[in-house]
């Protein structure tokens, strides 16, 4: 494949690249399904020591009987129902209507009540709870994130444009890749909490097109999900779809997503190559060595 590739036309306009991060930059599945299980096998392999060197009470012998009958199939069908209520709660959150919480205290709270759902309520201490809720702050990039964010950022503006909240971007910004390469590196990090409004409503990529100081038609959204790049679109921003693994099930509708093709200015489909076909999309030669190009501006 060449290394370069000729642009759109509208690429020359872009000045700046707004990404989704949850599932576009960083794969959660694996790290919280692995945090959840082996967070059960060490409570549970301590369980008959837990009574007499702790102050909290210990779980029941009928919370720790469903722990011990949960697979990691169990833990990942889990993981994807706190996925899911943090998906639907944003989705239902009315700007100066519904009370505000950051990601970290509704990671936190619903994962109490899942836990709850799932009969095992009790099985971890609260600070147990508080410390699971936090693996939202470890996420390992994909593969190509991080040399598609310096290529992209060797041309772009690149700023993250998230539901989560400020502390949760920067621990994410500075994750490295498995082989210890350079941090994810986003020149700036844009926060829902900036906003008090949450992806997909309006205020979130007005306010976000506003601080970049640019027009709308000069910043692109890139995500894996159709509804946040909807939703950009109507803004007036650019659309470009990043495939990733897993991602698409919260847009499975076979008539959406022929009629998305038809909006998305570009699109990437899983396997292609991910943040590193994006760039040589836009006219990037993906050979060069464009070093760690990013750093946090604000």
């Known amino acids: 494949m060449p290394a370069t590739h000729q642009p759109p036309p509208w690429a020359t306009e872009i000045k700046a690249l707004t990404f989704d991060v949850f599932g576009t930059c960083v794969a959660w599945?694996?790290?919280?399904?692995s945090a959840l299980a082996s967070a059960t096998k060490s409570k549970l392999s301590s369980a008959s020591a837990s009574a007499s060197t702790s102050s909290d009470t210990p779980p029941s012998e009928q919370v720790l009987s469903r722990a011990r009958s949960l697979t990691r199939e169990d833990w990942a069908r889990f993981a994807q129902e706190w996925?899911?209520?943090y998906g639907g709660w944003t989705r239902s959150f009315v700007p100066e209507e519904t009370p505000w919480r950051d990601i970290d205290t509704f990671h936190h709270e619903s994962l109490i009540d899942l836990l709850a759902k799932w009969q095992l309520d009790g099985l971890f201490t609260p600070s147990e709870?508080?410390?699971?809720?936090?693996?939202?702050?470890?996420?390992?990039?994909?593969?190509?994130?991080?040399?598609?964010?310096q290529l992209l950022g060797s041309r772009y503006r690149t700023a993250a444009l998230s539901n989560a909240n400020q502390a949760i971007l920067k621990d994410l910004n500075s994750q490295k890749g498995v082989d210890g390469s350079s941090p994810l590196g986003f020149q700036r990090l844009l926060s829902c909490d900036m906003y008090q409004a949450y992806k997909p409503s309006p205020k979130v990529y007005q306010g976000a097109v506003r601080d970049l100081g640019l027009q709308p038609g000069e910043v692109?959204?890139?995500?894996?999900?159709?509804?946040?790049?909807e939703a950009a679109k109507k803004e007036g921003m650019r659309a470009i779809y990043v495939a990733k693994p897993g991602e698409l099930e919260f847009d499975a509708d076979v008539d959406k997503i022929k009629k998305a093709r038809e909006w998305v200015d570009l699109w990437v489909e899983e396997g292609e190559g991910g943040m590193v076909e994006a760039a040589r999309r836009l006219g990037i030669n993906v050979d060069i060595d464009v070093g760690d190009v990013?750093?946090?501006l604000g």
Not at 29 to 33: A, C, L, M, T
Not at 220 to 229: E, K
């Open 220 to 229: 692109a959204m890139v995500a894996a999900h159709l509804g946040d790049l």
């Open 83 to 85: 996925r899911r209520a």
């Open 29 to 33: 599945r694996e790290k919280i399904v």
């Open 129 to 149: 709870v508080e410390k699971l809720s936090l693996t939202w702050h470890d996420l390992p990039p994909w593969p190509d994130t991080i040399r598609g964010l």
């Open 294 to 296: 990013a750093g946090v």
